[in-house]
């Protein structure tokens, strides 16, 4: 049984940091692209992040979130990460981890190509 559990969220204040973890479980990880999407009350779910399964651990971002956010994964601890830095409140969300076989993203893209994903982790952001 494939598995995504997130965990690290929680309440900060504005400026703050978190880390989120995802350890993923039944799945070949090396062979899995990850992602971390959100989804905040009333509104569409969107990306954050990506990397990719390959060596180069290919990086993308929502512009929303470059260069305060950082993807990153150990795959022998089959675990991705998003470091969250200078938070804002508009980041509040439950933040959800994904993963797709590299196939199923190259195929279908980053959000239909995901295959699976966790039950979330909220992040909220006070003023």
């Known amino acids: 049984q494939v598995q995504l559990v997130e965990s690290g969220g929680g309440l900060v204040q504005a400026g703050g940091s978190l880390r989120l973890s995802c350890a993923a479980s039944?799945?070949?990880?090396?062979?899995?692209?990850m992602g971390w999407f959100r989804q905040a009350p009333g509104k569409e779910r969107e990306f954050v992040a990506t990397?990719?399964?390959?060596?180069?651990?290919?990086?993308n971002y929502a512009d929303s979130v470059k260069g305060r956010f950082t993807i990153s994964r150990d795959n022998a601890k089959n675990t991705v990460y998003l470091q969250m830095n200078s938070l804002k409140p508009e980041d509040t969300a439950v933040y959800y981890c994904?993963?797709?076989?590299?196939?199923?993203?190259?195929?279908?893209?980053?959000?239909?190509?995901?295959?699976?994903w966790g039950k979330g982790t909220l992040v909220t952001v006070s003023s």
């Open positions: 039944g799945l070949t990880f090396r062979m899995y692209t």
């Open positions: 994904a993963a797709g076989h590299w196939t199923s993203t190259q195929a279908m893209g980053r959000l239909k190509g995901m295959q699976y």
């Open positions: 990397i990719a399964w390959s060596g180069g651990a290919t990086t």
